[in-house]
Structure formats: structure tokens, C-alpha cells
């Protein structure tokens, strides 16, 4: 039997290294479990396994089930999403999305999670009366301070079951399109394009500033619906939530549904050619200006200072 005010995070892996997002997590599960004489718990997968989010979410049940933690705790990717609503959905208990930050209500930790809504005007209290409590939370919620925490102490590790019930065939293999490329949850810098941009090509130049950075590209949903880059890369409410540690926003005009998705970065810099774009109320640093001319311009600077 575990212990109820135990708190279990999820270690999402990639290239056999855990996630930004899923050590953000544990971290905080850390401080919020010592302040109630609690452990947090790294759950972690097969290594050498290749299992679906169905076999992954029956293992977590079994072994929920067995230990009893009071709370479940995931990142909000894909594969996280899709397990903490598999578990939810399994075990009849309620769930609290995407959320930006978590607290404990009392000594039994009794935890209120907190999560944007409306478009990321207003945020929302959320409590669960069940146990496990199961939550998930954008990448970037909790920054790390200092060393990443040590996710092999007094870890589970699941024994997920290949399903007979899913059956898999493989039928064609399909060079890398860029995908990987595209997961800017986990992006430290961003440089996002908007209708600013222009067309397709206009991208390549802000790809030339993340690569010379060390991050990644991004987009406004007018970008993406104009098709001039993947919906892989779509920030906001109908896209994806991310919180790196600088965001380039260069030709988006600030409207409210990308805002959610990109209000929690620790620095925003817009880039801009109106001066009353609403953008610059969020951004700390602005730049009135044509990007098509600012960037190459920053380009070149970046790649003088490297030279030197």
C-alpha cells in the first residue's frame, strides 16, 4: 500500500533523455511534497519499450491501483495528454488540464491546480474530491533552478503490455519532414512569425536567427492558416502553449488567443512595424520596425559578435 499524499510524475523520455517539461514538473512536485513530510515519485517507461498511450495508461491504472498515490502529474504533450485522459477516463476521476501552476491546500495535500481560461483572460481554481488527483501542465510552468533533479531515486518504472487489441502495421517508411524540429514545447528561445511575415520564404530568415540562437521557429495562427508554415508550429489557444526563456513575436499583432499561448515566456521581444500593435502591452523589450529589416540586421550582428 503507497501513500496517499504521495505524488507521482510521469517521465516523458526523448532520445532516452527526460523532457524539460517532465523534470519541471517533478522538481515542483518535490518542494510541494517535502512541505507535507511526502516523497514525490519519478514513473518511468521501459527504456527498449515502444508502447501506445492506451498500454501506457493500463500500466499506470495497475500500478495506481496497487500504491495509491494521492496525485498523478503529467506534461502536457501529446503522449501526456493522451494518458492522463485514458487514466481519468479508467479509474472515474476528474482531471485538471494544461495548467500553469499547483499549490497544496493542506497538510493531506489536497491540491489546487491553476490553469488559464477564456482565452487566457481569466484563471481558474481547480480542485479534485477523488484520489489520485491527475493533472498536467504546460512546458516552461515551473522553471528549474539549478541542477535537474535525480528522476532514478526511488523511481516506478511500469510494465506496460503490447495489446493484442491495437494492432500496428507498418507501411511506409517517410523521411524526417521537419517534425521533430517542431517541438517548441520545449524550445528555450522561439522566434515566431506572424502575418507580418509575409509568405513562406519570409520564414527562412527568422529559421536563420533561431538556429544562430540555439532555438526554434513558431507561428501565429494567421501564419499557419495562410499556409505558410506547418500547424506544428502554431502558438495560442488553438495551437500550442509554450513558455521558453526569450520569445521573438516578429509580425504578430498580439491578438488575445496567441497571447495565451505565449504570455508565460520570461522575456518577449515584438517586432513590429505599428506601434499600437497590442503585442508591445505584453512584450518587455519592442522594436518599431519592418522585420524584414530588423532581422537581417540582428543576424548580422550575432554572426560579427560570434566572429570575433
Request: glycine letters at 8%; one cysteine or more.
Amino acid at each position: 500500500m503507497g501513500n496517499l499524499k504521495d505524488i507521482w510524475v510521469f517521465i516523458e523520455m526523448s532520445a532516452q533523455q527526460p523532457k524539460r517539461s517532465s523534470l519541471e514538473i517533478f522538481a515542483k512536485a518535490q518542494k510541494i511534497a517535502a512541505e507535507a513530510g511526502a516523497e514525490a515519485v519519478p514513473v518511468l517507461c521501459p527504456a527498449d519499450g515502444d508502447f501506445s498511450a492506451v498500454e501506457i495508461a493500463e500500466a499506470m491504472k495497475n500500478a495506481v491501483e496497487k500504491e495509491t498515490p494521492g496525485a498523478v502529474l503529467f506534461a502536457s504533450t501529446p503522449l501526456g495528454k493522451d494518458i492522463s485522459a485514458i487514466l481519468s477516463a479508467d479509474m472515474n476521476l476528474g482531471i485538471a488540464s494544461d495548467c500553469t501552476d499547483v499549490m497544496s491546500r493542506n497538510e493531506d495535500l489536497d491540491l489546487l491546480f491553476i490553469r488559464p481560461t477564456f482565452d487566457g483572460k481569466l484563471r481558474a481554481s481547480v480542485s479534485l474530491n477523488k484520489k489520485p488527483q491527475i493533472g498536467s501542465f504546460v512546458s516552461g510552468a515551473f522553471p528549474m533552478d539549478g541542477e535537474a533533479p535525480d528522476i532514478h531515486k526511488n523511481a516506478r518504472l511500469l510494465k506496460p503490455e503490447n495489446s493484442t487489441a491495437i494492432q500496428r502495421q507498418f507501411l511506409e517508411f517517410i523521411e524526417d519532414s521537419g517534425l521533430a524540429e517542431a517541438n517548441i514545447e520545449e524550445a528555450s528561445i522561439l522566434v515566431a512569425g506572424g502575418r507580418g511575415v509575409g509568405s513562406a520564404e519570409g520564414f527562412e530568415k527568422l529559421r536563420e536567427l533561431a538556429r544562430l540562437l540555439g532555438g526554434n521557429i513558431a507561428a501565429s495562427r494567421a501564419a499557419v492558416d495562410e499556409g505558410w508554415i506547418s500547424r506544428d508550429y502554431q502558438v495560442g489557444a488553438t495551437g500550442k502553449t509554450v513558455a521558453p526563456k526569450i520569445y521573438f513575436a516578429c509580425g504578430i499583432s498580439g491578438a488575445v488567443p496567441h497571447v495565451a499561448g505565449m504570455k508565460e515566456s520570461d522575456v518577449i521581444i515584438a517586432i513590429n512595424t505599428d506601434a499600437s500593435a497590442s503585442i508591445f502591452d505584453i512584450a518587455h523589450y519592442g522594436i518599431v520596425g519592418d522585420l524584414h529589416q530588423v532581422i537581417p540586421e540582428l543576424i548580422a550582428a550575432i554572426k560579427a559578435t560570434k566572429s570575433e
